[in-house]
Structure formats: C-alpha cells, structure tokens
C-alpha cells in the first residue's frame, strides 16, 4: 500500500540558508500535517492542512511556511535557518471525510543546520 | 486543553521481563482517541493502536497489551517478555475528535531492553 513520502529524507544547510520540505501524501487523503521533532523531544505539531486551506496551526515559527498545493502535496519552507532549526521533521496525512481519525506519518526529514 | 504525561522517562530492563509504560492524559472532550507509536532509533513512528473513548476493552496483540481505563485517565502499555528489538522511544499520544484530527504527543519513555 503506498505510504506518506516525505523528500528529502536528508538535508544540511547552513545558518541563513533556506530550506523545502515535501511531503507526497496517500492518495486520496485530504489532510495533511506536520510536525517537528527535536532530538530528544516529542513531536511537536506546526500546521494542518485541509482541502489546500491552513486548517490549523501550532508553534510554527513565522520563518516558516507551507502550504498544500492542488495535487495535495505539501510543502514546508523553511528561512533564515537557525541551529536550533536542526529537527526530524514528520508529514502525517489522513482522509478527514471518513471520519477516521488515523493520521499516517511519513519517515521523516532530518534537516541538519551547521 | 489536552495534555499527555509519560512519567518515565527512560526504563531499563533485562530481556525476557515484562515491562508497563504509563500514560495519563487529560481532555474536556467527550470523544477523543488514543495512541501509542514506537519510535525505534531509526526515527520513523511505527503505529502500534488506537482506542477511542468509548471502548474501554483491554486489547492484546502478541507480547503487546493496553489498559484503557477512564476512571483514572491512563492507557498504560505493557510488553510481555520483552526484547531487544524492543528498545525505542515509546510516544502515547491524544486526538480530539471534537476538534480535528491532530495528534499531541507525550514527551515518551525511552525503553532499553538489556540482554
């Protein structure tokens, strides 16, 4: 069954640099989210998407932006890079209409700032 | 607001002993669900369930088994003869449905299973 695919799984950037996460939800799945991961800590939850709108919204910090384009993928952007940036950073999707409640999560992207 | 607490953080144990991890959470919700991923130290979140709130039936699946109990706001996870492949970082999480979908985590309990 296809899963969330998050690229890229990898990246290092330097301090001030920007960065772009995607994230290619299962198909069908109208929702997507996600959420950052420092070491040592628990996921924590940035911004949700429904139907390409901003549904919710966490402790994203304002360098950030994402958004969900018409094919329902994602994209999380990331500027002026801060150390404390460096993060897992996981998309989990999910189809609200079924009422469900279950949210898939991606591998992950680690992004590494030097 | 919602809140989910791991107690412990880091637990040891010897293979082959049985090992709970706690989980309280609290919500105003009615209808809500609960989880528990594994995150093994590879970093992706391995499912391991989901209950909502109106089942309060234990589940058993293997060496794995969960206590859902509401009167005291806990869904505690217990492993049976545990492993090595055990050890992970164990997140019990919360999803208001009365609101929308997305999941808080607890902070998680490191489980290290020694051999």
């Known amino acids: 069954a296809a899963g969330v695919i998050q690229s890229p799984r990898h990246l290092i950037k330097e301090k001030r640099e920007t960065a772009t996460l995607k994230c290619y939800p299962i198909?069908?799945?109208?929702?997507v989210y996600w959420y950052q991961q420092g070491p040592g800590q628990d996921p924590q939850f940035l911004i949700s998407?429904?139907?390409?709108?901003?549904?919710d919204k966490g402790s994203i910090p304002d360098r950030f932006s994402a958004q969900q384009f018409s094919d329902y993928h994602s994209e999380l952007n990331m500027s002026s890079l801060e150390l404390g940036d460096s993060a897992l950073y996981f998309c989990?999707?999910?189809?609200?209409?079924?009422?469900?409640?279950?949210?898939?999560f991606g591998a992950g992207s680690r992004l590494t700032v030097l | 607001a919602q809140k989910v607490t791991q107690a412990q953080t880091e637990i040891s144990v010897v293979e082959k002993e049985d090992v709970t991890l706690d989980c309280v959470y609290e919500?105003?919700?009615?209808?809500?669900?609960l989880f528990w991923y594994k995150q093994p130290p590879s970093g992706e979140l391995v499912f391991l369930i989901r209950?909502?709130?109106?089942?309060?039936q234990n589940e058993i699946s293997g060496r794995y088994s969960w206590n859902f109990q509401k009167s005291t706001s806990s869904f505690n996870f217990t492993i049976t003869a545990s492993q090595v492949v055990d050890s992970a970082v164990y997140f019990c999480?919360?999803?208001?449905?009365?609101?929308?979908?997305?999941?808080?985590f607890g902070k998680g309990t490191r489980l290290h299973i020694l051999p």
């Open positions: 919500t105003r919700d009615t209808t809500y669900y």
């Open positions: 209950r909502n709130s109106f089942d309060e």
């Open positions: 989990a999707s999910t189809y609200l209409g079924a009422g469900a409640n279950v949210l898939t």
């Open positions: 999480a919360l999803s208001e449905a009365e609101r929308d979908d997305k999941i808080i």
């Open positions: 198909p069908r799945h109208d929702t």
């Open positions: 998407f429904y139907e390409k709108m901003q549904s």
